[in-house]
């Protein structure tokens, strides 16, 4: 249940519920933190089998995009909506203006997105009724596909691995075992193997293993059990979350772990492991915020220079997150909550002093003089 101990343990400011019969829409919007400016994150249309899954999923995924706009240097806050409906069945133009409506209600304090299941299309109905609203159509001055920019930032977070770990950013000759051949699976596959990486890749959707083979027909299929055996330099999950458990850790034979999926570790415990066994560990949601970089883009004129300059300094990020775990004895994932909590903290100290108003309106007050 939605409570307000959950609210203040988690940290929200704001979780909003909008429904509207006539369409049958049932969204929940929430805004987790608005310091560094407004909330970004995309609406996931699910079949949730309860309003309590539903809550619990807006809930965590609002804080993460919190932590990754705060990471990326944007200035941006962390939120994120969930719209309960079969995406099969329930979508219609009415019902994501409705929800277009309502995110317009928030005047501007909640910016939509893209997220699983939702598309482009369904961007151009909310955006008929709010300008809060990105990754809408390029010919309105969109950014269109997120996931070849997610891609990008992902390879350069392995570039960074690399560098940290073998000396060399380069990954000719470096073998990568490579779970999911989705979206940005695919574009990440490209990118390696014009690199001069060997892939090994899995996935279970026939269609996109096909793709995947006509984009880099070097590359050898793995059943998705063994992918995590795979004598391989880099581990890149870009399928699902909480990949690196207490069943795979001990089957890695990876120097590096950095891929695109969200969430990657199990549990915090597992990045500790990961420093144990001496495996690098790319923040995940560092090296895959290509994605929200490229939409953000839109706020003053998406340009593909614009969006390669930014999504390449994932380089550095990456580097520096490095150099401060070291200097700290951190494991990687905590020092990259640490550098995204700090950022944050340290606006929020700066934005603390009133600086004056341009006007100040008395009305009713007789002059003095
Ligand atoms: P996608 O749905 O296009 O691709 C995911 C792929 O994983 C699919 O081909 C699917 O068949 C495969 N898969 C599912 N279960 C699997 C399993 N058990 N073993 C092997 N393969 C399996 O999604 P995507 O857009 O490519 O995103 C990939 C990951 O990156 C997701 O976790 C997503 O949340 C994350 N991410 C994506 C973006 C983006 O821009 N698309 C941005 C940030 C994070």
New binding site residues.
């Given amino acids: 249940m939605l409570t307000f101990e959950k609210i203040y343990s988690m940290g929200h400011e704001e979780v909003v519920f909008f429904s509207d019969p006539s369409c049958n829409l049932k969204a929940v919007v929430a805004i987790h933190n608005t310091i560094l400016g407004p909330a970004l994150g995309g609406t996931r249309m699910w079949p949730y089998k309860t309003t309590e899954e539903a809550v619990e999923d807006v809930l965590r995924l609002s804080r993460g995009m919190t932590y990754k706009a705060a990471i990326s240097g944007l200035n941006l806050g962390g939120g994120k909506a969930v719209i309960i409906g079969d995406p099969t069945k329930d979508k219609s133009e009415a019902l994501f203006r409705a929800f277009g409506r309502y995110v317009n209600s928030l005047n501007g304090r909640y910016i939509t997105a893209e997220?699983?299941n939702t598309n482009v299309e369904d961007m151009e109905y909310i955006f008929t009724e709010t300008n809060n609203v990105t990754g809408v159509a390029e010919i309105h001055g969109g950014s269109g596909?997120?996931?070849p920019?997610?891609?990008r930032g992902v390879f350069r977070g392995m570039e960074a691995s690399a560098n940290k770990v073998f000396g060399d950013k380069s990954l000719r000759g470096k073998v990568v075992a490579l779970?999911?051949?989705?979206?940005?699976?695919?574009h990440l596959g490209r990118l390696l193997n014009d690199a001069g990486a060997k892939i090994y890749f899995?996935?279970?959707?026939e269609t996109?293993?096909q793709r995947f083979k006509t984009a880099v027909p070097t590359a050898e299929f793995v059943s998705?059990e063994d992918?995590y055996d795979v004598k391989a330099d880099i581990y890149a999950?870009?399928?699902?979350?909480a990949?690196v458990n207490d069943k795979t850790i001990d089957r890695l034979k990876v120097k590096i772990v950095c891929?695109?999926?969200?969430?990657q570790l199990a549990e915090n415990r597992h990045g500790d492991m990961l420093k144990e066994k001496g495996i690098l560990y790319a923040p995940?949601y560092l090296v895959?915020?290509?994605?929200?970089m490229?939409v953000s883009i839109e706020f003053e004129g998406w340009s593909e220079e614009k969006a390669v300059r930014m999504v390449d300094k994932i380089y550095d990020s990456t580097l520096k997150i490095f150099k401060f775990a070291d200097e700290n004895n951190l494991p990687v994932y905590r020092a990259t909550d640490l550098m995204a909590e700090k950022r944050i903290e340290s606006i929020r100290q700066i934005k603390g002093k009133y600086l004056g108003d341009v006007t100040h309106k008395f009305p009713g007050r007789k002059s003095k003089h």
């Fill in positions: 997220d699983v596909n997120p996931s920019w997610t891609a779970q999911g051949a989705g979206s940005v699976g695919v899995t996935d279970i959707n996109n293993i998705t992918i999950p870009c399928a699902l979350g990949t891929g695109a999926a969200n969430n995940d895959n915020a290509g994605g929200l490229n």
